[in-house]
């Protein structure tokens, strides 16, 4: 399938899977929006409340695409990211004002494939997480 042909939820190498993504926030109203735009592309979605259960989800399965809110109960996004060994494509997505996104990726390196800042248009949603689930396979 030649990617003008693939669809804009698959990723590549994967044929009709469609690519996995799992949405880290603990407003229930955003992640459950961000679930029904990403599910309607095609997005395989699963979503977790907190850091501690996102990273429950993150040793059970295997996703393309972590979509991670900075501010988080019981675990914060930073505290997420220090504690995975090897991680899905980082999607930061945070509605806090004042993160610094030079001092993330300072921090971070090149585990944090994108930083948006809530709220994200829809297009420019999908667009991203299409981007970043094609990087998760070497797109």
């Given at each position: 399938m030649s990617p003008e042909e693939r669809p804009a939820h698959t990723a590549p190498g994967r044929d009709r899977t469609p690519a996995t993504v799992?949405?880290?926030d603990d407003q229930d109203e955003f992640r459950e929006t961000t679930a029904?735009?990403?599910?309607?592309?095609?997005?395989?979605?699963?979503?977790?409340g907190d850091g501690v259960e996102a990273l429950d989800k993150l040793a059970r399965d295997d996703?393309?695409?972590?979509?991670l809110d900075l501010r988080l109960p019981r675990m914060d996004g930073p505290a997420v990211l220090e504690a995975l060994t090897e991680p899905p494509t980082?999607?930061?997505l945070s509605a806090f004002e004042y993160f610094d996104e030079a001092a993330l990726r300072e921090r971070f390196g090149s585990l944090v494939f994108e930083c948006l800042r809530?709220?994200?248009?829809?297009?420019?949603?999908?667009?991203v997480v299409l981007a970043a689930s094609e990087r998760a396979h070497g797109g």
């Open positions: 799992l949405i880290v029904a735009i990403l599910s309607k592309r095609g997005f395989g979605v699963t979503q977790a996703f393309d695409v972590l979509l980082v999607v930061i809530k709220p994200v248009p829809p297009d420019r949603l999908v667009a």
